[in-house]
């Protein structure tokens, strides 16, 4: 079993609608959970880090639930430059685990 | 500021060569990270080094891959005889240190070829 498990899709977004993805850990040592922004053929660049019950940031929202050992993202109001691949990662033992990520497409 | 730069961004090489691909980490962060990432899948750890040393090379996938970062900044990551299963992109990584609070910096890749 994968450390860190996200289903990949592809999710598919109306404009303007609220999606939400679930990543799960196994590692019970994981210390901080980020969210990571990744568009296609271009490297992860941070979109939150969630250090103990959850984070926001405009229309991104991030929750962890430590007894159940899952992180969530909530993204508001759907932009098509939404659009890109969300990778969950766990920090622990000195690394990142990462999920395979969340595909997600926005249609207009 | 300049971000974590890689080079080369595109290498292809045959079976059985050796390459090296060169990270440069933004400067003062003394966290240094090899990735591997292969198509349709998450960024898989390599090794990483706290300074000079390798710190942990628990992830390198066995003795045909090493790295170094001798003055503690730029790091090397090496392949001898490279199999066509190591084709994938290879991404670096830095942090001011190894915190868990500490963000990692991800450099654009190396999309290594092996034919």
């Known amino acids: 079993r994968k450390e860190v498990e996200q289903d990949p899709g592809p999710f598919n977004v109306p404009e303007g609608a609220t999606v939400a993805f679930n990543c799960t850990y196994s590692?019970?040592?994981?210390?901080?959970f980020f969210w990571y922004r990744q568009d296609c053929r271009k490297e992860p660049k941070l979109l939150m880090s969630?250090?103990?019950s959850g984070n926001e940031d405009g229309r991104f929202t991030a929750q962890l639930n430590r007894a159940s050992q899952y992180i969530s993202l909530l993204i508001r109001d759907s932009k098509l430059s939404d659009s890109a691949t969300y990778l969950c990662?766990?920090?622990?033992?000195?690394?990142?685990?990462f999920g395979k990520g969340n595909q997600v497409v926005v249609i207009p | 500021g300049a971000g974590v730069s890689q080079t080369p961004s595109n290498k292809v090489t045959e079976k059985g060569k050796y390459v090296e691909l060169r990270c440069d980490p933004i400067?003062?962060?003394?966290?240094l990270y090899w990735y591997r990432q292969s198509l349709g899948q998450g960024p898989e750890f390599l090794i990483y080094?706290?300074?000079?040393?390798?710190?942990?090379d628990s992830g390198l996938p066995n003795d045909r891959f090493f790295a170094v970062r001798p003055e503690g900044s730029v790091s090397t990551l090496k392949i001898q005889r490279t199999e066509r299963g190591d084709s994938a992109v290879y991404l670096c990584?830095?942090?001011?240190?190894?915190?868990?609070?500490?963000?990692?910096?991800f450099g654009p890749g190396t999309r290594l070829t092996v034919l």
């Open positions: 080094f706290q300074g000079t040393g390798a710190a942990d």
């Open positions: 400067s003062g962060h003394t966290a």
């Open positions: 990584a830095s942090s001011p240190g190894v915190a868990r609070y500490n963000e990692q910096f």
């Open positions: 990662s766990g920090y622990g033992n000195n690394r990142l685990a």
């Open positions: 590692n019970s040592a994981s210390q901080s």
């Open positions: 969630v250090y103990s």
